[in-house]
């Protein structure tokens, strides 16, 4: 079992950058990839970024890439996103996410086991 607590939303202008924050608990955490989804209103939940249990491969939409960059500490049981030149387009709640196995797919929603409550995260123009 796994529990997810997201942090660091908030409001910030277009341009500025901001740190999300997933902190995880339970033993395995070690043994799950971790991905962040966002969802704006009235949208699904979009990919946004994913790393691998050691840390070494990182996925990226192609919305994002370039601009955030996503990490884990996993002395800490924690996932990063650091997000930067933020846009009014980014404006969704992010969540973060875990999941393993064979069947992980890292843009796939479906393939991870367990989710955090989110956290909102507001850019204006």
């Known amino acids: 079992q796994v529990q997810l607590v997201e942090s660091g939303g908030g409001l910030v202008q277009a341009g500025g950058s901001l740190r999300l924050s997933c902190a995880a608990s339970?033993?395995?955490?070690?043994?799950?990839?971790m991905g962040w989804f966002r969802q704006a209103p009235g949208k699904e939940r979009e990919f946004v970024a994913a790393?691998?249990?050691?840390?070494?491969?990182?996925y990226y939409a192609d919305s994002v890439k370039g601009r955030f960059t996503i990490s884990r500490d996993n002395a800490k049981n924690t996932v990063y996103l650091q997000m930067n030149s933020l846009k009014p387009e980014d404006t969704a709640v992010y969540y973060c996410a875990a999941g393993r196995g064979f069947f992980w797919v890292a843009g796939n929603p479906g393939t991870y086991d367990y989710w955090g409550q989110g956290t909102q995260v507001t850019v204006s123009s």
């Open positions: 339970g033993r395995t955490f070690t043994s799950y990839a």
């Open positions: 790393v691998r249990w050691s840390g070494d491969s990182t």
